[in-house]
């Protein structure tokens, strides 16, 4: 059954979980006052901080930016609010959240290449302190609902041994929202929910969306507000499978195209969630202390409903589509409120921003790329920021038209590569899909609509935008001003000598859920980890000698085959 029952809501209850009012449609107005006329003093304690992300939301699926969704909530905390209208994410689910817990970029992590894939020996590297991690030193109570997807291989890489007092949510990419299944391959399925560092076979069943919210507002009704609360929901929402209750669908019954249709009732669904989350905010005596944030994790999948108009390209590539971000922060204590920031902001910022929120303190040594931008947010003062390596992936296939002389000597533009540096934005390499693509709200697209917005040509591995005057990425002007790209083209020179090696281990079988009960979950050892380890090291003495001069057939195909699918599997990501 695909919404929940008259007979699980009342268990709920009984358990102290806040209930899914469906009625009442201004829960976020009927709290104890309203955010206005909340007076900006400084708070008695640490603030509460409550962190919001959603999945695959795109630029122009929030009703503030003019779209056809309905998200009454989201559209009255931001506007009540600051709104970051310069606020730049990453273009796929794991960079975004490494960089938010760890205040580094992707090539300070070794996470530069793609996402974590569930049969992967790979995670957040064990060496960085977390965020959570560092709020728990500041004397926070910390919890995740939701989704990590920064791998499981190993139990000290789950959320509860990474700062996070409690976790409810998935492990890998993407589930059912009912069923919580997931598929990484033909026949290599497993169920994947977990609370703690248990499987929650008996939440099977509830959308994930609701049963998120539903904790969401039990951990906030269990704890005393007099002690500080760092509360991070990262909803599944609104990622594939496009699955929602039935009454959503209704609303936008309408709407001829049906992959829209089931995306649109999916965000207005999370937008009650995060009503629902806020009112229990007011009720337990949260309210006043708090900061609410929230943000997507990268752009909207065009083709799954998605929209990121008017601007350029989809999730996965570096146009402003993958990687301009919706944001906003709302909180009584902000200085000033109501307003719309333009503020460079990047996600990488949070971190240190919420440290010293909380009290806690960072230094050089930390080596973060994130800066404090709570002055920037809550004063209207200059953001600290001038530029964002948006990332350099040195795996990702190699543009046809790069070359080394092509960067005059100074990088390889078929690298795949895009920075941001003040009002200019440099790309290198192949960026992604590039197309201009408007909300898909027909049942058919006509072609003649289609071509005028389609990039004919590819034959380049350079392009440079003034983002401030042209935020859609229409005139390239790389050829006009030869001398930024210099410019840029040595900023990224000088990234790439601070990067590590990428970490982008091959699939192990070990992983496979049928080992682990039917369940994704931790599957290696620290002595199989070593083992690997040494196996690598020994292939690559092996290599090296030459000893491997012949190829067997089966060899090669297995490597063509391999090769296929890191392609097949980049283009659907």
């Given at each position: 059954?695909h ?8 268990s ?26 909340q ?18 939301q795109?630029?122009?699926?929030v009703g503030y930016?003019g ?16 709104k ?18 760890t ?8 996470l ?20 959570p991690?560092?709020l ?16 499981f ?14 976790f409810?949510?998935?492990l ?24 703690g560092?248990?499987?929650a ?37 609104v ?19 049906v ?6 009732a ?5 937008d009650?969630?995060?009503r ?24 909207g ?46 996600i ?40 964002i ?68 040509s590819?034959r ?9 005057a ?7 002007l ?6 930024v ?6 900023r ?39 083992e ?6 020994g292939?690559?003495r092996?290599?090296s ?7 067997c057939?089966i ?7 391999r090769?296929?699918?890191t392609?097949?599997?980049?283009h659907?990501?």
């Amino acid at each position: 059954m695909h919404a929940l029952s008259g007979f699980s809501l009342v268990s709920l209850l009984s358990l102290g979980y806040l209930s899914w009012d469906w009625a009442k449609p201004g829960l976020v107005a009927d709290g104890p006052a309203e955010a206005g006329d909340q007076p900006s003093v400084a708070p008695p304690q640490p603030p509460h901080i409550i962190f919001i992300l959603t999945d695959d939301q795109g630029y122009h699926d929030v009703g503030y930016h003019g779209s056809d969704i309905e998200t009454p909530t989201l559209d009255r905390l931001a506007a009540e609010g600051v709104k970051l209208e310069n606020y730049y994410i990453q273009p796929i689910c794991t960079p975004s959240r490494s960089q938010l817990l760890t205040g580094r970029y992707q090539i300070h992590t070794g996470l530069q290449h793609s996402i974590i894939r569930p049969r992967q020996p790979n995670c957040l590297p064990l060496d960085q302190v977390t965020l959570p991690q560092k709020l728990q030193e500041a004397g926070y109570s910390t919890h995740m609902v939701g989704k990590w997807h920064l791998g499981f291989y190993r139990k000290e890489c789950l959320p509860t041994r990474r700062g996070f007092d409690t976790f409810l949510g998935s492990l890998t990419g993407n589930v059912d929202y009912y069923t919580y299944d997931n598929c990484d391959g033909p026949g290599v399925c497993g169920f994947d929910l977990h609370e703690g560092e248990s499987v929650a076979w008996g939440l099977s069943g509830q959308y994930s969306t609701m049963l998120y919210a539903q904790r969401a507002s039990h951990i906030l009704a269990s704890h005393n507000p007099q002690n500080p609360l760092f509360l991070y929901v990262a909803f599944q929402a609104v990622h594939t499978p496009l699955q929602s209750p039935r009454e959503y669908l209704y609303r936008y019954r309408t709407m001829g195209n049906v992959a829209r249709r089931k995306y649109a009732a999916m965000v207005t669904c999370m937008d009650e969630a995060v009503r629902n989350i806020t009112w229990a905010l007011k009720r337990y005596g949260f309210y006043n202390n708090s900061v609410i944030i929230f943000s997507s994790d990268n752009g909207g999948q065009t083709f799954s409903g998605g929209s990121n108009w008017p601007l350029r390209g989809r999730k996965g590539t570096y146009w402003e589509g993958g990687v301009r971000g919706l944001g906003f922060v709302h909180s009584p204590l902000l200085k000033k409120k109501r307003r719309t920031s333009r503020a460079l902001v990047h996600i990488t910022d949070w971190y240190p921003t919420l440290v010293g929120l909380a009290g806690g303190t960072t230094s050089a040594a930390d080596g973060l790329d994130g800066y404090d931008v709570w002055p920037t947010i809550s004063e209207g003062r200059a953001s600290p920021r001038t530029e964002i390596l948006h990332n350099i992936d040195p795996l990702y296939n190699h543009a046809r038209h790069g070359s080394l002389e092509g960067g005059f000597g100074i990088w390889n533009t078929a690298v795949q590569a895009a920075i941001r540096v003040g009002e200019w934005k440099l790309l290198t390499g192949d960026p992604g899909y590039g197309d201009w693509i408007p909300p898909q709200t027909l049942a058919s697209f006509p072609g003649s609509w289609w071509n005028l917005e389609r990039m004919a040509s590819i034959r380049q591995a350079v392009w440079l935008f003034n983002i401030s005057a042209d935020p859609y990425e229409r005139e390239d002007l790389a050829g006009q001003r030869p001398d930024v790209v210099r410019t840029l083209l040595a900023r990224l020179a000088d990234y790439n000598r601070t990067a590590i090696p990428v970490r982008y281990p091959a699939a192990n079988p070990r992983a496979h859920p049928d080992f682990n009960g039917g369940a994704w979950g931790p599957w290696a050892s620290d002595e199989e980890e070593e083992e690997e380890e040494e196996e690598e090291e020994g292939r690559a003495r092996s290599f090296s000698r030459g000893r491997h001069k012949k190829k067997c057939k089966i060899c090669k195909l297995r490597s063509f085959f391999r090769k296929l699918n890191t392609r097949l599997m980049s283009h659907r990501i």
